[in-house]
């Protein structure tokens, strides 16, 4: 079967180990293109990935914020539900980087 993004490459039965924001969920059986290596999961397989997302209190957690100034700085406002699972609380030191074109926020332990 040829892959439905690139129209190129062919799709391959493989076993893949599925992440979601870096925390792993498990391998499950997926079809890989040949040419971009874009993996492609039947529904069944879709709605188990997204099952054990849940169960693991992952789903949902990314959020799209606005960065509003604060005096001469930029202050992100941070969902309460993000902040909730990484333990960040009002008055933590966090440290900041950038990963490539990425924002780091490290909270101490
Ligand atoms: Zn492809």
């Known amino acids: 079967m040829k892959c439905p993004i690139c129209e190129k490459g062919i799709l391959k039965k493989e076993i893949i180990k599925e992440y979601m924001f870096g925390f792993y969920l498990g391998e499950f059986p997926a079809e890989i293109c040949s040419g971009c290596n874009e993996s492609f999961t039947d529904s069944i397989t879709t709605k188990e990935i997204e099952k054990i997302a849940r169960k693991k209190g992952l789903w949902d957690l990314g959020a799209t914020t606005k960065i509003t100034k604060t005096g001469n700085s930029l202050a992100v406002r941070i969902p309460k539900k993000l902040a909730d699972y990484l333990n960040l ?10 990963e490539k074109d990425k924002l780091i926020i490290e909270s101490e332990p």
Do not use: E, F, I, Q
């Open 89 to 98: 609380k009002d008055g933590k030191k966090a440290y900041l980087h950038p």
